[in-house]
């Protein structure tokens, strides 16, 4: 007896498969936040009887420019501006706010502003113990 036959293959009928969109493009890093920071130095320049000269530098060390100063400290030792260069000033009791003038109100990253003052003081002229700007910290030295 002949073997049975077996019918031709058709071949299967594959289907294609949904087109599926592309991914979208990955949203890039948000670019990091400004940062502030300050430093300062404190230095007393002459010295003579019961008056003194200080010049202060006042560093940006942070990302973002400074438009507009001011820096703020407290004498602790009854001392009193007299007269100030490249800022204004104002001082109630040993509190003492130093703001830019007109010609030096930015401070870009890296960059610094000298200012100056003239004052009195008593037989103990102590350098204040700490220095804000803009109402921020900044580190002595």
Known sequence: M?????????????????????????????????????RVTYRVTNQWNGSFRTDVTITNTGSAPVNGWTLTWVFGAGQ??????????????GWVGATNAGYNPAIPPGGSVLIGFTA????????PGGFSLNGRSCVAG
């Open 2 to 38: 002949p073997a049975p036959r077996t019918p031709p293959r058709t071949p299967a009928k594959t289907q294609k498969p949904a087109a599926t969109p592309a991914p979208p493009p990955p949203v890039p890093p948000a670019p990091p936040a400004p940062t502030y920071g300050c």
């Open 120 to 127: 009195t003081n008593g037989p103990n002229n102590p350098a």
């Open 80 to 93: 009193a501006v007299k007269e100030m260069w490249n800022a204004t000033y104002r001082q109630s009791g």
